[in-house]
């Protein structure tokens, strides 16, 4: 699985996550959590970055901006997994 329990299971944002997937899907699932953990991280303040959500959810550029982070981060879990160990050993 993408994501490691913590040994508090009430502490899920506490989650520390591995690179290492069993498929491409999850890896895209991994490097969307990346990105949410980078936001939240960098505004930490979540009354401010709910405030903030309804104006960058409306902007194309923002939107861009972010799917841009998000596929920078599923390169490096991609790479993280060899492609997927070369699309599973070329089956």
Request: no cysteine; glycine share 2%.
């Amino acid at each position: 699985m993408f994501a490691q329990q913590t040994e508090n299971p009430n502490q899920e944002e506490k989650q520390s996550l591995s690179l290492i997937t069993e498929t491409a899907e999850e890896g895209f699932e991994v490097a969307i959590q990346l990105a949410r953990k980078g936001v939240t991280s960098t505004q930490p303040d979540k009354d401010v970055l709910f405030m903030l959500r309804d104006v960058y959810s409306k902007d194309p550029d923002a939107l861009i901006a972010s799917s841009q982070v998000i596929a920078i981060h599923f390169q490096t879990v991609a790479a993280a997994n060899n492609y997927w160990r070369q699309e599973n050993e070329d089956q």
